[in-house]
DNA sequence: TATGAATGAGGGTTCATTCAT
DNA sequence: CATGAATGAACCCTCATTCAT
């Protein structure tokens, strides 16, 4: 029964909630383990959340949020299409090595049945920040001419995909160095294009 | 009490189980519908199965051992490097796009706690193909000076990731032509390398 | 893990559940108490119903309908209205005299929130039943010049209260006849009238 | 952090709770909803109340103990038996249809495990003032010889019965008279008699 | 007096698994 | 081989009650 101050709780069980759901999947995950890992009595939790699912929308939300919010700001600033790009794979590659769990549960459970629509939203507007990156780069000359829709769906695909591996797979570490390489040059040797 | 082969309702349990694993995922997939998809009795997979978990880790081995055979033979055929990774990479796609639920299950349920490691060596096995791939092409000359193990790690990632995109996000279609071109090319002009 | 017919299972649990619903009334019965008196398991219960409202409609359906069937053949039996009525009496207190705890139960929580359409037709028919047998009994002479839809209202709230009374204080022990000779000759001595 | 005085908050609860408990019942009446419509803190209630419990006998206590009070003097007024018993059944009716939920409340939990044995105490007293009503009656040659104490017990049980009747049933209206006139002539034609 | 965050037992319900037939 | 009724642990959630402030 000790008293302590609604949002340290709230963030207890948030942070809690983050570690199982990350660990369990959305399913697995149960709200006794939850709460006893966030030091709060299981009526607790329900104190700051309606239940499960309003929790787990309130984790993917803030996260979501928060990376939305960093990537914004890179197409405003005035630098080369390629800076920027380069930038803003940086900025997911780091954020997912900061918060692997997360962000794995962030790509699992994109098809839940609910939440679904707030997931498809962040991921399509991150897409067209790419598209439209790609199509300046084309119109400055420092991109080929390529189909720039096209290219973000891959892009977009490949660096959730890069992620998902560096979270699952423990033996595989990608830094954006390598993704900006794999993603700026190709495979080819430039005498043969 | 109908009499049937033991693998005839071995085969029906599968594809039922495949059916419904795809729709709901590990967790919340109930054997009761597998019986009844399956027309078997409840008791009648377990004689197939020993529990729940076997049941998935036989599903998502059936899978990974006809990929893992079709991409095999890939090597041995005398064709070049880049004809390889080309089809290798198509290989993957369309096996994607055919299987597309079931892909889905597999990456999304990918970080559970049992059925990892068989997972972790297909995903390995395929990268080493990758690699091996790669270093023929620097060989050859086709592709460029790179460190194929990283560029291995890279692309088998994007692979997963443009997969993903694929099963989850209904408005994302890419074609194989679409994920060689990039990975062949990649953005930036010829003439700036 | 006994082997018993589903119907005695089913009646073991309707058993059980009267005797808590009775005892307890609706929102204090608990699945576990009728399941540990019904010697079933907490699942099994749930095999014969889907929950604990359905256990519970089905019980005050099986019980209305057992009622209901007796009385409306009272009607077309050619009896005098007086005896009629009188049958109709006794055959509802006798019956509340077998089934006490029922009773109880199908009065108390006649407020329920589900239920209440068909209680109330329930209620509405026998009420009709009453005010069609003082109807012929105004016409043959046998009763005195009344309102006879008035009338059956006052004797169905009767006939329920003196029920009720019955269940609920052990010390109130009301005959049919009792209840007649309150029913057909009131208070009053016949030279006031 | 309000002062108030003990009295007002003490009844600003109970009014809450009998808003509270008449609309939802003993058992799914919750102290919080109670609280939040008595403008008072949860742990208030506690201040006054030891628990929920406590504070549903006040209500019930309260209420018997004004109807009984009402009651009582109509037997030391002199009047007839009959205008007595009249008076009485009008007061019961009246108290119904201005208490409704409370009635109803009052009927329907009335088979409780707790507070039992003071409503029938009330109980039992009503009906003893009933009894002597009546014995006057007899002794007066207002009232036809019949048994005293069994009139009494079916008269109560029609009072109760009515009462729960136009709690419960929305299409029955019983007014003083019908009962008046039920109780005092009954049914059959004063010839026959 | 008064607050309301915190507690945790206990509720309804689900479903993987067993086993008598 | 096959059945499906039965089991019971474990889930999510509610709410009467407590107590540090």
Redesign the interface.
């Known amino acids: 029964m000790n008293k302590r101050s609604g949002i340290e709780s709230k963030q207890k069980i948030m942070k809690a909630a983050m570690d199982v759901f990350s660990r369990k ?1 959305y ?2 995950a149960n709200i006794r383990e939850i709460a006893r890992i966030a030091g709060i009595s299981i009526g607790g939790v329900y104190l700051y959340f309606r239940n499960k699912e309003e929790l787990y929308r309130n984790l993917i939300n803030e996260r979501m949020l928060d990376i939305g919010n960093k990537t914004e700001t890179i197409a405003g600033k005035s630098q080369s299409a ?1 800076e920027a ?1 380069s930038h803003f794979l940086s900025l997911h590659v780091e954020n997912a090595l900061k918060h692997k769990e997360f962000i ?1 549960l962030h ?5 839940f049945t609910f939440g679904v629509q707030e997931k ?1 939203n962040f ?2 507007k991150q897409r067209e920040l790419v598209e439209r990156l ?1 199509q300046r ?1 084309i119109r400055t ?4 001419k ?2 720039a829709d ?2 973000a ?17 423990d ?4 830094t954006p160095q ?2 900006n ?10 005498a ?2």
Chains 1, 2, 3, 4 share one sequence.
Do not use: Q, Y
């Not at 790509?107 to 098809?111: A, L, P, S, V």
């Not at 390489?181 to 430039?190: K, Q, S, V």
């Open positions: 999947g399913a697995k390629s790009l794995l790509i699992r459970e994109h098809g498809k991921f399509r790609i780069g000359g420092e991109f080929r390529c189909n096209d290219m769906k891959v892009i977009m695909g490949s660096l959730r995909g890069v992620i998902l591996s560096m979270a699952l797979d033996d595989v570490h990608i390598m993704m390489e794999f993603i700026f040059n190709g495979l080819l040797t430039p043969r294009k």
